[in-house]
């Protein structure tokens, strides 16, 4: 997971390592209740494997950061992809399709500075 603080004269990114799929949303809200952070960007890869535990894994994540997303108060930012194989995630990772993280961060970036226009 990587989350984000950015102000117009420094720009400062943080990086979490969690265990694994499951805790990015947990870890992400406490994070953002803590306070400090401008926007969180969650980056992971969960891969197919030989049963479905990973479309489980996959959308309760998916859920537990659009529910913080909705009721937290930063922007959060989803780069978590669930790929078929190792060879899908990299070329979504910037091999052959373009940068999905870049692009995830591209679009918090974008919704950061509309939370700040829009502040209460």
């Known amino acids: 997971m990587l989350l984000t603080r950015l102000s117009e004269k420094e720009c400062a990114v943080e990086v979490f390592w969690v265990p694994g799929s499951f805790e990015i949303a947990g870890t992400a809200a406490r994070l953002a209740e803590k306070g400090g952070y401008d926007g969180i ?15 489980l894994l996959a959308t ?22 669930a790929t ?12 052959k399709a373009g940068n999905e993280g870049a692009l995830a961060m591209r679009s918090l970036i974008e919704m950061m500075d509309l939370y700040g226009q829009v502040k209460k």
């Open 84 to 95: 078929h194989s190792f060879e899908d995630a990299l070329n979504r990772a910037g091999i």
């Open 60 to 81: 309760e994540v998916a859920k537990g950061l659009a529910k913080l997303a909705v009721e937290g108060s930063v922007p959060v930012g989803f780069g978590v992809l």
């Open 41 to 55: 960007l969650a980056l992971g890869c969960l891969i197919e494997g030989e049963t479905d535990h990973y479309k």
